[in-house]
């Protein structure tokens, strides 16, 4: 009797045993803090990157020299190569050139018109924001917004699959995992020139292809 009530009143231990039942949580936390930070910056590359190439784009796309394949396709590479993100695997870069368009020639845009798509990158499931030009989509930016008449938008979307540290929670949870950022510029010369074609470069303009080079 006397042996079991010193079984039932021992102490040593108990703070190793609190410890076991509470350190599947503490690594929960520390995993999940982890998780969060590193989902932000993939983020902030992300938005940086599309900001940085849609710029790129509208300044030497309205000046009067104008944008060659060969450049956009050097632009698109030093994009995925400098990013901070691998953007070579499982990431998307679509860069898409709308216009206004005026069909009755009233001065008043009726419609946003896709003028061309470039490609980049190997994830060529991701969704399209603006949709696929050799679909003849129906552009709808964000807010609706109409072109005015001749007015040109260049617009990046970069899209990339998020390799989660903690894939098993996010699957149960429901949370996606690819992320998107876009970003969107004017024109900044008051002209606007289709693509140059460059001797011996093919055009990275098919939607469902990968684009490495």
């Not at 060969?70 to 953007?87: Q, V």
């Not at 368009?101 to 060529?124: H, L, M, T």
Request: some cysteine; aromatic content about 8%.
């Amino acid at each position: 009797m006397n042996r079991l009530f010193r079984v039932f009143n021992e102490t040593r231990g108990v703070a190793l045993v609190e410890f076991a039942i509470c350190l599947p949580f503490i690594l929960m936390m520390m995993t999940g803090g982890i998780e969060l930070g590193n989902s932000i910056l993939v983020h902030i590359r992300l938005e940086r990157s599309a900001r940085n190439l849609a710029d790129m784009i509208a300044r030497r796309a309205g000046d009067f020299e104008g944008l060659s394949e060969r450049e956009l396709n050097a632009m698109l590479l030093i994009t995925r190569k400098g990013s901070g993100e691998d953007l070579d695997v499982d990431s998307r870069i679509i860069v898409t050139t709308l216009m206004g368009q005026d069909a009755d020639s009233n001065g008043v845009a009726e419609k946003n018109v896709i003028q061309w798509q470039r490609f980049g990158g190997s994830y060529v499931s991701a969704p399209l924001i603006l949709g696929c030009w050799n679909n003849m989509p129906k552009p709808v930016l964000a807010n609706d917004r109409q072109l005015g008449a001749g007015e040109t938008l260049f617009h990046v979307q970069i899209t990339k699959k998020y390799d989660p540290l903690m894939r098993v929670l996010f699957d149960a949870m429901g949370v996606p995992t690819s992320y998107t950022r876009s970003a969107a510029f004017r024109g900044r010369g008051s002209i606007y020139r289709n693509l140059l074609t460059s001797p011996g470069v093919e055009p990275h303009n098919t939607c469902a292809k990968v684009y490495m080079a």
